[in-house]
């Protein structure tokens, strides 16, 4: 007789929203309060493989942090108008004869509204290696599975679709339609983790920053930091956020001066010729904020 045990029968429902942690999908005893999560509101797709380690590392904030700046999880955008789009599994049927030709699926529609900047950014995760997907609600619970070991991960994708943006009409603003396939549904059903924190809304995906020269001289280079697709300038970057570099990729030793009133930069220093470039230094947080250069300035002196 094989007394193995399949891991995934062992796993537990984890559920924090009322109050407790573990319940076994076992009994059906009920005082008639369930443990309902709220609507969906946004979705966090994390890259193929990632995982939190352990049940502490997904309720900490700073791990999500940490893996929102690793670019391991990306927040996607508000979603609203939430419909499920399930399909039930056909059978063919011919007397005894019984054959699944279609099994069940999971699939979950919302609409973002989104200018052009971020329905473009929103398609690059679409067919792409970010293959699981967490779930935050508007009752700010987060959404996982659990998985052997006592890890925790993002429920498998069948397929992230992003539609055509729809242009605006008089009723209503520019939308995108997102379909969510799920490659299980039983990987949830079976093997929920569901936590309340109080930070879920705060967690947001990294802004793009543009530098822009504005002059330039041997001892002088001064730029300006927009972000928020064009729409808004940044003046809030240290020393520490920017890196100067010679033609040949080296980094200099500058002088840093803050924006001032007009959002204008400075770095100063020696030799600055064609080719020196300026960026942000990798993904910098301000105010609880990440932001990252989309490409270095190359300096035009």
Same mark, same amino acid.
């Given at each position: 007789?094989?007394?193995? @045990?399949s891991?995934?029968?062992?796993?537990l429902?984890?559920?924090?929203?009322?109050?407790?942690?573990?319940?076994?999908?076992?009994?059906?005893?009920?005082?008639?309060?369930?443990?309902?999560?709220?609507?969906?509101?946004?979705l966090?797709?994390?890259?193929?493989?990632?995982?939190?380690?352990?049940?502490? *590392?997904?309720?900490?904030?700073?791990?999500?942090?940490d893996?929102?700046?690793?670019?391991d999880?990306?927040?996607?955008?508000?979603?609203?108008?939430?419909a499920?789009?399930?399909?039930?599994?056909?059978?063919?049927?011919?007397?005894?004869?019984?054959?699944?030709?279609s099994?069940?699926?999971k699939?979950?529609?919302y609409?973002?509204?989104?200018?052009?900047?971020?329905?473009?950014?929103?398609?690059s995760?679409?067919?792409?290696?970010?293959?699981?997907?967490?779930?935050?609600?508007?009752?700010?619970?987060?959404?996982?599975?659990?998985? *052997?070991?006592?890890a925790?991960?993002?429920?498998?994708?069948?397929r992230?679709?992003?539609g055509?943006?729809?242009r605006?009409?008089p *009723?209503?603003?520019?939308?995108?339609?997102?379909?969510?396939a799920y490659?299980?549904?039983?990987?949830?059903?079976?093997?929920?983790?569901? @936590?309340?924190?109080?930070?879920?809304?705060?967690?947001?995906?990294?802004f793009?920053?543009?530098l822009?020269?504005v002059s330039a001289?041997a001892?002088? @280079?001064?730029?300006?930091?927009?972000?928020d697709?064009g729409?808004?300038?940044?003046?809030?970057?240290?020393?520490?956020?920017?890196?100067?570099?010679?033609?040949?990729g080296?980094?200099?030793?500058?002088?840093?001066?803050?924006?001032?009133?007009?959002?204008?930069?400075?770095?100063?220093?020696?030799?600055?010729?064609?080719?020196?470039?300026?960026?942000?230094d990798?993904?910098v947080?301000?105010?609880a904020t990440?932001?990252?250069?989309?490409?270095?300035?190359?300096?035009?002196?």
């Amino acid at each position: 007789m094989n007394n193995q @045990i399949s891991p995934f029968i062992v796993l537990l429902v984890i559920n924090e929203l009322c109050g407790g942690e573990n319940s076994k999908p076992k009994n059906t005893g009920s005082n008639g309060v369930e443990c309902l999560e709220g609507v969906l509101e946004r979705l966090f797709v994390a890259r193929s493989g990632f995982q939190f380690p352990t049940f502490a *590392d997904f309720k900490d904030k700073d791990k999500w942090l940490d893996a929102i700046e690793a670019k391991d999880i990306v927040p996607l955008y508000t979603a609203y108008t939430v419909a499920n789009a399930n399909t039930d599994a056909t059978t063919f049927t011919a007397g005894t004869f019984s054959y699944e030709t279609s099994p069940a699926a999971k699939i979950t529609t919302y609409e973002s509204y989104l200018g052009f900047c971020s329905h473009a950014a929103l398609k690059s995760y679409a067919n792409s290696g970010y293959t699981q997907v967490f779930e935050l609600n508007n009752d700010g619970s987060i959404v996982g599975v659990n998985v *052997d070991g006592g890890a925790v991960k993002g429920q498998d994708l069948q397929r992230l679709g992003v539609g055509i943006r729809q242009r605006p009409v008089p *009723d209503k603003p520019a939308t995108t339609l997102v379909t969510v396939a799920y490659k299980d549904y039983n990987q949830l059903e079976d093997n929920a983790c569901v @936590i309340k924190p109080t930070w879920g809304s705060e967690l947001h995906g990294i802004f793009d920053v543009h530098l822009t020269q504005v002059s330039a001289s041997a001892t002088s @280079i001064k730029f300006k930091a927009i972000t928020d697709c064009g729409n808004r300038p940044l003046t809030s970057l240290v020393a520490g956020d920017i890196v100067v570099k010679n033609a040949a990729g080296v980094v200099q030793t500058v002088t840093f001066v803050p924006a001032d009133g007009d959002g204008i930069y400075e770095v100063t220093g020696t030799g600055f010729a064609n080719g020196f470039t300026v960026e942000i230094d990798g993904v910098v947080t301000i105010v609880a904020t990440m932001y990252e250069g989309d490409e270095p300035l190359i300096v035009a002196v």
